[in-house]
């Protein structure tokens, strides 16, 4: 049921992303970017799809922290599960798959940016281990109106403890 993401599931994973957007409580992004700007984005390991019967649930990939070289082990994680198959299951397991191919590829930190009101996403960091480092408060605008979030962090116990 999780696999890698290929071009052919750019449709699919724009749509959940899409959809997403509409929450206002997933990003500050207010726009779908074309399928080669997200591409591009995302490390290409570590970005898998949850399908069932060839249907896309949800996604989840990992973004560079920045490109300097001290930070190569550290990204940030996106997971984003489609409305209706939220409450399922599905965002725990691309959590745990996402965190295991981050660690065969490298990566020592995992961190996120939550917004407060956004309570699942808080509970699936928390079950799987990110720690709560604290909190942004009015760091950017979305839809004119000032936003927190709150910033949460894995570090590998297995990658990068030398």
Excluded at 51 to 71: C, H, K, L, M
Excluded at 130 to 143: N, Q
Aim: net charge positive; aromatic share 10%.
């Amino acid at each position: 049921m999780i696999r890698r993401i290929t071009s052919a599931d750019a449709k699919d994973i724009l749509k959940i992303y899409a959809l997403g957007l509409e929450t206002r409580n997933a990003t500050f992004e207010t726009k779908v970017p074309s399928w080669e700007t997200w591409d591009q984005k995302f490390h290409k390991h570590s970005r898998i799809v949850f399908a069932d019967n060839g249907e896309i649930q949800g996604w989840a990939g990992i973004t560079p922290f920045s490109n300097r070289e001290v930070y190569k082990g550290v990204a940030e994680v996106s997971i984003y599960v489609h409305p209706d198959y939220i409450g399922k299951g599905i965002g725990s397991q691309l959590m745990k798959k996402l965190i295991k191919s981050s660690e065969e590829n490298g990566i020592w930190t995992l961190f996120s940016s939550v917004f407060p009101e956004n309570e699942a996403t808080i509970k699936l960091h928390t079950r799987n281990n990110f720690k709560l480092l604290g909190r942004r408060e009015k760091i950017a605008k979305l839809d004119g109106n000032w936003r927190d979030t709150l910033i949460f962090e894995r570090r590998s116990k297995i990658t990068g403890i030398d």
